[in-house]
């Protein structure tokens, strides 16, 4: 870490702490006035503290520590107020609760193996709550539309945002199962009609005719499985949690190339590491839950939020280190900070992140064990 990338985290860490000491102490007036949301009036002082530390925790990092957004890729903007006029404290549980498994949001339950249980993600939904300025919306439902009129559209209009069949590209996925479980038609036809002021999603509503925005609600309804999406269930074994952290501990170090930008290693140089039976170590940087839904062969799991208990495991002798997760380098780079700000001196994140190695057909394995290439699809 040069000083001046060493100097950016300490004030970052500075102003996280200042930020919930604000919370704690001066809280009370300065969140009663946005008190609109009868959700709000119910929450107590304590409660909006509590969830305002958890958010720094566990959320800022991608959603931005005010809920402004994109602090990493895609996440969107939690306290934009198109969005919260038109979403219920329910949407708000699930989507924290069960994640988008496949995306960078991971599910944060407890019994989906994540960190949180249900009070604490009910007091980062009052916290996301407290940043509503107005009343909810009215929001009529939608008449009755034609999904394969709208499939033509939204290839016109939508897709090289959204991804050509919802998955999410630059901007949030419509097709997660999770979504649409738990967003109503009018919900959505909402977002599409209005958009969501001073983010790249465009009001709708006079561009595109009252049936057409139908027909496009119509045919992201039509994404939504028969079946209910199958939970992520549980978190790390033990074997990963407490089992050895060194893949291929009489193997060479690994030869990569020069870092980007001092931090950045690809893909392709990890994956040879491994065929070639070098010695390393690999964090994933997620959420658990995310850990056994998928990772890298031998990876063990290190979420962002508990880098100190997994430092101590961790050999000084040189060993590289591999950080990675899908976002593709917030919480890996959280991580690969806090092991440098301590002095372990071989780390890399990888550059393309989880989702893309996947994609590109290097092996991952599934379910709650490290496993090895062996084990891998
Ligand atoms: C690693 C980055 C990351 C972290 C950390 C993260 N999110 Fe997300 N979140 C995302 C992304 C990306 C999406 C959009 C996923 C998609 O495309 O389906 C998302 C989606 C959401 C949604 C659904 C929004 C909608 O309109 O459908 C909510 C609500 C949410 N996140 C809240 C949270 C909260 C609260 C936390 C902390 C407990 C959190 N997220 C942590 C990246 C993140
Ligand atoms: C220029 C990029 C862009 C285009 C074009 C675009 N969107 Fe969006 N859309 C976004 C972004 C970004 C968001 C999330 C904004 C936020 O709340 O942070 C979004 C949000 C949404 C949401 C809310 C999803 C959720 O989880 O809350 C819906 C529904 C939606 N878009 C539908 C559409 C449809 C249908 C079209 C085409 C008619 C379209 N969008 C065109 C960028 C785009």
Aim: with cysteine; charged share 25%.
């Amino acid at each position: 870490m040069t000083s001046q990338e060493r100097k950016r985290f300490r004030v970052r860490v500075v102003m996280a702490t200042v930020a919930t000491v604000v919370v704690v102490g001066g809280g009370a007036s300065m969140l009663a006035h946005c008190a609109r949301n009868p959700r709000v009036d119910d929450a107590s002082d304590a409660e909006l503290a509590q969830g305002q530390q958890l958010y720094r925790t566990y959320c800022g990092l991608c959603h931005g520590d005010e809920g402004e957004g994109y602090a990493a890729d895609d996440a969107n903007a939690l306290a934009n107020q198109d969005f919260l006029v038109s979403v219920s404290d329910e949407f708000l549980t699930q989507a924290i609760a069960e994640g988008h498994p496949g995306t960078a949001m991971a599910a944060y339950h407890e019994d989906r193996g994540g960190p949180l249980d249900d009070g604490e993600i009910g007091a980062i939904v009052a916290l996301i709550r407290s940043w509503q300025e107005e009343d909810m919306a009215a929001m009529p439902d939608p008449g009755a539309g034609d999904a394969q009129r709208g499939a033509q559209v939204f290839a016109q209009e939508c897709a090289s945002c959204h991804g050509a069949r919802g998955q999410g590209d630059t901007a949030i996925s419509l097709n997660h199962p999770v979504f649409l479980a738990s967003a109503s038609d009018a919900q959505i036809r909402y977002a599409i009609a209005k958009g969501r002021g001073g983010t790249p999603m465009p009001a709708f509503e006079g561009e595109l005719a009252e049936q057409t925005i139908d027909d496009l609600v119509a045919l992201i309804r039509s994404w939504e499985p028969s079946e209910a999406p199958r939970p992520t269930t549980g978190g790390p074994s033990a074997a990963a949690v407490d089992g050895p952290v060194i893949i291929n501990p009489d193997g060479e170090a690994p030869d990569f190339p020069e870092l980007r930008e001092g931090r950045y290693v690809p893909s392709e140089a990890v994956a040879d590491a491994l065929h070639q039976g070098r010695r390393m170590i690999i964090l994933d940087a997620r959420t658990a839950s995310d850990y056994a839904h998928f990772h890298l062969p031998g990876s063990i799991p290190s979420p962002y939020y508990e880098v100190e208990s997994i430092m101590e495991r961790l050999p000084r002798d040189g060993t590289w280190i591999i950080a990675y997760c899908a976002c593709p380098h917030a919480a890996s780079g959280r991580v690969m900070d806090f092991l440098r700000e301590h002095d372990f001196p071989n780390t890399a994140v990888l550059d393309e992140g989880v989702l893309h190695w996947r994609d590109e057909g290097f092996p991952v394995v599934v379910g709650d064990a490290p496993g090895t290439l062996e084990d891998a699809e």
